[in-house]
């Protein structure tokens, strides 16, 4: 949507960190959210993030937020196979989730 | 004991019928939502409901009318499909209003085919 950005398509080697870009416009949202699409299902929420904090770590992913710069990133650390999925960034207002037009990630071996 | 299940999970139809997509979610919660993902994987809501009662109803064609007959389900009726309907639509449901940190829960999605 036009209100939340991502890059659309990122590929990483197995092994590697992969890093999803987000920015979003809306300063007033509390919330702001990671969720995941494999192909062919629905979308399971990864982990989100309050507005007032900076970073969260939860196991392999790392969320990273610069409010100033309305800049969200997702760091997921040693990308496996089963992590090819489309990942997308969801700010929250008025009671709705934005979702931006999601980042296609593809592992290679 | 699947959470938020969708009917039918495919769904190819001719321009101008009339086609029901139905929604279940057996997690208590109160509110239900439809989204509609395009061929672009853009997702955009549609409709929330909260406890039966209509909360967020964004620019969608009167052709669309949801109907909830109680808080566990959300069902979508498509008046005279269109090419432009063939989509991928999805159920959630929160616990709360959505949003402000309330998880939504997703289901698996309907596929629908306008031809």
């Known amino acids: 949507g036009e209100d939340v950005e991502q890059s659309l398509f990122l590929s990483v080697r197995e092994g590697d960190s992969s890093v999803i870009n987000c920015t979003y416009t809306?300063?007033?949202?509390?919330?702001l959210y990671w969720y995941k699409q494999e192909p062919g299902a629905g979308l399971q929420l990864l982990t989100y993030?309050?507005?007032?904090?900076d970073m969260k770590q939860d196991q392999r992913l790392t969320v990273l937020l610069n409010k100033k710069d309305k800049h969200l990133s997702l760091r997921i650390a040693d990308t496996q196979t089963g992590d090819s999925a489309i990942y997308f960034c969801a700010e929250s207002n008025d009671y709705k989730l934005s979702f931006g037009a999601g980042t296609t990630v593809t592992v290679r071996a | 004991d699947t959470a938020v299940s969708q009917t039918p999970k495919y769904l190819v139809t001719q321009m101008g019928n009339d086609k029901s997509i139905k929604c279940e979610q057996n997690?208590?919660?109160?509110?239900m939502y439809w989204y509609k993902q395009d061929s672009k994987k853009f997702l955009k809501i549609m409709f929330s409901y909260n406890n039966k009662e209509l909360i967020i109803n964004e620019t969608v064609p009167n052709r669309f009318s949801p109907k909830s007959p109680d808080k566990a389900h959300l069902n979508l009726h498509i008046n005279s499909l269109e090419l432009g309907d063939s989509a991928v639509y999805f159920c959630a449901s929160s616990q709360g209003t959505g949003g402000t940190g309330e998880t939504q829960y997703f289901g698996p999605g309907t596929r629908l085919l306008v031809l």
């Open positions: 993030i309050f507005s007032n904090m």
């Open positions: 809306d300063s007033s949202s509390t919330y």
């Open positions: 997690l208590g919660h109160d509110t």
